[in-house]
T-cell receptor, first 114, second 112 residues
Framework: DGGITQSPKYLFRKEGQNVTLSCEQN?????MYWYRQDPGQGLRLIYY???????QKGDIAEGYSVSREKKESFPLTVTSAQKNPTAFYLC?????????????FGPGTRLLVL | GQQLNQSPQSMFIQEGEDVSMNCTSS?????WLWYKQDPGEGPVLLIA?????ELTSNGRLTAQFGITRKDSFLNISASIPSDVGIYFC????????????FGTGTRLTVIP
């Protein structure tokens, strides 16, 4: 069964704590993305990776970090430097067929600050 | 990043009615994507459009890529209660672009 999985579904963070959100895909896509979704707002790009061992900052990268050691995995760490981390986080991967590029999303992780 | 103009923001319709929503941009795109998002879930791809003028259907859903490449619309025919959710558009500015621009969504409520 192909697709994108994210875990956990819900995550609670204490003040000053770093937390890591998991994203795995078995679609054999090269590019992967992390977005943040806040109520009433569109999706905002945090980081993206076009290929293993390479990643780039998106529009709101401050307070976040990522790694891309494997093609299938693109974990996101929300650091203590992110002062307003409560949001719904979405991972996506892109089918790179030239001229028919399409992003597919995972089920999301909701992060709450205690 | 740039957000697309999506309208309407919300719609309340009777079951069985048809629905139309659209997205516009000040710049051209080479791909338009339409997604549906249920509460607490990730967006699910409904229709992908890759060519200006393209008209594509997926069951009761039909979407078109505007000729100017600056707009797209989504129609839902004969709405049913499970159509409830947030629909949003996304545009890719050029082949290989690393970013998508997203609309702010249309919240659809279907009254049985």
């Amino acid at each position: 069964d192909g697709g994108i999985t994210q875990s956990p579904k819900y995550l609670f963070r204490k003040e000053g704590q770093n937390v890591t959100l998991s994203c795995e895909q078995n679609l054999n896509h090269d590019a992967m993305y992390w977005y943040r979704q806040d109520p009433g707002q569109g999706l905002r790009l945090i980081y993206y990776s076009q290929i293993v061992n390479d990643f780039q900052k998106g529009d709101i990268a401050e307070g976040y970090s990522v790694s891309r050691e494997k093609k299938e995995s693109f974990p996101l760490t929300v650091t203590s430097a992110q002062k307003n981390p409560t949001a719904f986080y979405l991972c996506a991967s892109k089918r790179g067929l030239e001229g028919k590029e399409t992003q597919y999303f995972g089920p999301g992780t909701r992060l709450l600050v205690l | 990043g740039q957000q697309l103009n999506q309208s309407p923001q919300s719609m309340f319709i009777q079951e069985g009615e048809d629905v139309s929503m659209n997205c516009t941009s000040s710049s051209i795109f080479n791909t338009w994507l339409w997604y549906k998002q249920d509460p607490g879930e990730g967006p699910v791809l409904l229709i992908a459009l890759y060519k200006a003028g393209e008209l594509t259907s997926n069951g009761r859903l039909t979407a078109q890529f505007g000729i100017t490449r600056k707009d797209s619309f989504l129609n839902i025919s004969a709405s049913i209660p499970s159509d409830v959710g947030i629909y949003f558009c996304a545009g890719q500015p050029w082949t290989g672009a690393n970013n998508l621009f997203f609309g702010t969504g249309t919240r659809l409520t279907v009254i049985p």
